[in-house]
Structure formats: C-alpha cells, structure tokens
C-alpha cells in the first residue's frame, strides 16, 4: 500500500488530491481556530497484512496496532560518502538536529518522548534493506545518481519500515534523500528545499507516525519549497510522539545495537551465518557526530507495504515520503 507523498508545494506533484492543498486554502486555514489535534500514526491491520493512517480522534478502522519501536533505545548510520552536495559532517550535523527535535519534545510538566537514538557513525553500505539472519543499520543515504522513484523532484526522501504485521513492532528503517534531482539547501540563507525540514518530517515517519491533517505540522503531507517551516515541530506533532513514546521512568543501559546486530556491510558482502558457523553481526562502535547523542530516528515521505517470508513474527515492510 503506497499513502500520499510529501510532494513540494506549487510545482507538478500539487495536483496529488490526497497530499495537495493550495495556498489559498492553507491561508484560510491558518486564520480559523485550531481544530482538535489531527496527528496520524502509522498502524498495521493484520486482517488484511496491510497499513493505514489511523488519526485522532479514531478512525473507524481494522487497522488498530499503530507501529513503535519496542525499545526505547534505537541508532542510526549514515552513508558516508554522503552527497556532492552534502559532505558526510553537514549530514551528521544536520540529522542530529532534526532527531533531538523529536526526542526533546515538551510532552508537559519538563517531560520528553521516552526515546534515545544514537548515532553509530558513517558505514559503507548505501542500501534499504533488512536482513532477517544478518547484521543491520538504520541507514541514511543520499540519491546523486539515480532516484527511482518518480522524477521532477516530486519526492523529495523515502523511508522504508520494515514492521512485525503481527504486533507493529518496528524492525528497521533505512531512509533515502532524493539529491539527484532535488537541490538541497542548508542554513537560512538562499534556501531551496531546506534539508533540516525534510529530515524532520522524515524523522517522524522513522518513529512511527504518519502524515498529518494539520497544515501547520511538521508532519503534514506538503512541503513549501524556499521554506525551514518543518524544522520546528506543532503542537499536533508533540501530542503525536508523545502517545507513540510517552514519558517513563529514565533509560539505563542502553542498547541502541539494530536487531540481528549490528553492520556496516550490506547483506551480499557479509557471510553468511550458515555458512561460517557464527553470528555475522559486527560489533557496534558509536563514532562520529560525538558517538551518541539523544535524538530521534529517520523516517520519509509515502508508504508501502509488503509480506514478508516468516509467519510467526511475519514482518512487513512500509515505505513513507
């Protein structure tokens, strides 16, 4: 199941009916009273082994196991060639701004998000996968010399979930930016399509939640070009990661190592654990950006759903833009 696209405001992609709306409308929107809270988490429907959004308040819907990482310590690498027109530092510093964001969220009375993300540093491997008997990693890549889905610009990043369709537990998130045909801007000066805004939006999809109703959410399905309005999270967008991770007693010994363990290597370069008689995890060593730092994970802009082979913790796969 693919779901609306986050598609920049005024160009070709506007005429998506499910993410368009236009600027008179948005005008229009924001002079009115806030509307009850509209935020949208991603949920699984084991009936039909599908996704949806189900927002607040609920939907009437199969689909009532909202997705969440099952623990509150998770991490995250980024390619390290990065892009040629994002070195791998601006990257590191850049999605650590857009995680803390999410994690440092006022959830009221000095609470935050029970949620911890490290960093792992930059790895070798450039590909959206999750390997169900080999090492993983959350990876953030760039897109210089292709981008598969779609042309124009239209999707500016695209986060693959993969999720168990039993329970909603999130397995993996690999996220990817389109920087072939997008021109990627940093700082706030001369901002084409604002990075941090669409790494922020991107993180919300990597922590379970989907798009928003809101039109001033960070989470809502259109971006603006020229504008770092996403950078900052909505009251819509702090309710919404508060109920995925809400406030707890705090987090000892963290263990931010991906499920299967931990590699920079894609699957066909690692060995297979049959084979050699072992576990092909590496071992993690945070580095890069300060090693950990607290913040919250990718995520992207569309989504997608798949079955996958094991029945008895099935996992399916989501991608969201």
Known sequence: MRS???????????????????FTLVAAALALPRAALAYCRTSVCPETQSTAAVCTPQQATDCGIPLAWPSPCVSYSLQEDASDQVTLAEAEAIFEQAFATWTAADCGGGTNPRMEVTYLGPISCDAHEYNQRKGNANIITFRDDGWPYGSGGNTLALTTVTYN???GEIYDADMEINSFDVTLSMGDDDVSFDLLSIATHEVGHFLGLSHSAEVTATMYADYRPESTILRDLDDDDRAGICAVYPPGEPIEACDPTP?????DLCAEDQPDPEESGGCAAAPSSPGGGGGGLVAAAAASLGALARARRRRAARPGRERAR
């Open 259 to 263: 499920r299967h363990g931990f590699s």
């Open 165 to 167: 369709l039993k329970n």
């Open 4 to 22: 609306s696209d986050l598609p920049p405001a005024g160009r070709g992609a506007r005429a998506r009916a499910v993410a368009a709306a236009s």
